[in-house]
């Protein structure tokens, strides 16, 4: 009898186990993350970095990450108060698209990982001397940097016969300012005058381009967040008048003539992988160097060429195509 009944007992505590053991399995236990998205215009350059960023930390995690994002619509004093917001959340990490948006995340918090994108220069972003590709902090990302000293050369290999340059952007964007001194030095290796043309914000934009048109052969535009917003106001002074060449395809597909530019939206993906990283916990962001793309292309604005009466180069593809 007391076999027997030592023998339900065993069989009782087997089907409760394989119970909690089903209980177990049922329960969700994988974590879920929230990312704040900090962008800070809307244009075609910065949409594509944040799309390609959520499509690859979605294609990671699935319905594990929600996203907050919000656009400070060109201002970069909304920048401060979006990121404020997120640290006010705690997201579990932030994403800084732009200059402006990064220095606004780095300041905002030390703890919570900042991933930047669409950032040329971190060191010049950031203030920090000697910069050697590693922030070791919070932040880390990935720079649209393209080879300036092929960039020059493109202005060259069009306008041969040009022997002044405008450099035109905005000052009040430390990227801009590192990307015209160092085109502006390559350029002057290659023989060409040059000229900067800053602009403190839109109010003067116009009148400055217009000096820059007056006084140049051709002109130069780097990865400037302030044009990428205003293009049209460049290609309003410039169309038909005067090549313009730029840092990137969006500035180049309203307003210029030709590129050596990369993919944002691929950049954005390899943003978004990093994330993933950094939130499952299988790299730290303190330890991750920047990233840049992996690959450049050239491009030419069709319009602006036909515009200008210009034969196109080998191995450029047009804009759109």
């Known amino acids: 009898m007391k076999k027997k009944l030592f023998a339900l007992l065993c069989a009782a505590l087997l089907v409760c186990s394989l119970a909690a053991c089903g209980q177990n399995a049922a329960e969700p236990s994988e974590t879920t ?7 800070l215009a809307p244009h075609v350059a910065l949409d594509a970095a944040t799309q390609g960023f959520k499509d690859a930390l979605t294609e990671a995690l699935g319905t594990r990450v929600t996203f907050e994002e919000q656009n400070a619509a060109g201002e970069s004093a909304t920048c401060a108060t979006i990121v404020n917001g997120f640290v006010s959340n705690n997201v579990d990490l932030i994403l800084a698209n732009a200059t402006p948006a990064l220095q606004a995340a ?9 991933l930047g994108t669409s950032v040329t220069e971190y060191g010049v972003a950031l203030e920090i001397s000697n910069f050697t590709g ?15 000293d092929q960039q020059a050369a493109m202005i060259q290999q069009w306008c041969p016969e040009a022997r002044t340059v405008g450099l035109v952007y905005c000052s009040a964007e430390p990227n801009s300012q590192y990307q015209v001194d160092t085109v502006q030095a ?15 914000d839109t ?18 535009i780097p990865t400037d967040n302030t044009v990428a917003n205003n ?13 313009v060449f730029t840092g ?7 307003c210029g003539v030709a590129t050596l530019s990369i993919s944002y939206y691929d950049l954005g993906v390899t943003t978004g992988k990093m994330a993933a990283k950094i939130l499952t916990g299988e790299a730290k962001v303190s330890e991750m160097p920047i990233e840049y793309a992996p690959q450049f292309t050239k491009k030419y604005n069709p319009a602006a060429c036909e515009a200008l009466g210009l034969a196109v180069p080998e191995g450029y593809e047009p804009i759109g195509e």
């Open 33 to 39: 993350y929230v990312v704040g998205i900090c962008q």
């Open 186 to 200: 390559e350029l002057e290796k290659l023989g060409y005058a040059c000229t900067q043309y800053p602009f403190a």
């Open 134 to 148: 590693l922030v070791g902090t919070n932040v880390s990302g990935t720079s649209d940097l393209a080879p300036l």
């Open 231 to 243: 293009t049209g106001v460049v290609d309003n002074l410039c169309h038909g008048k005067i090549p």
């Open 203 to 220: 109010n003067d934009m116009a009148s400055v381009v217009q000096s820059a048109v007056d006084g140049s052969d051709v002109l130069y």
């Open 248 to 254: 990137e395809e969006g500035i180049c597909a309203g």
């Open 106 to 114: 780095a300041s905002a918090t030390g703890t919570i990982p900042v």
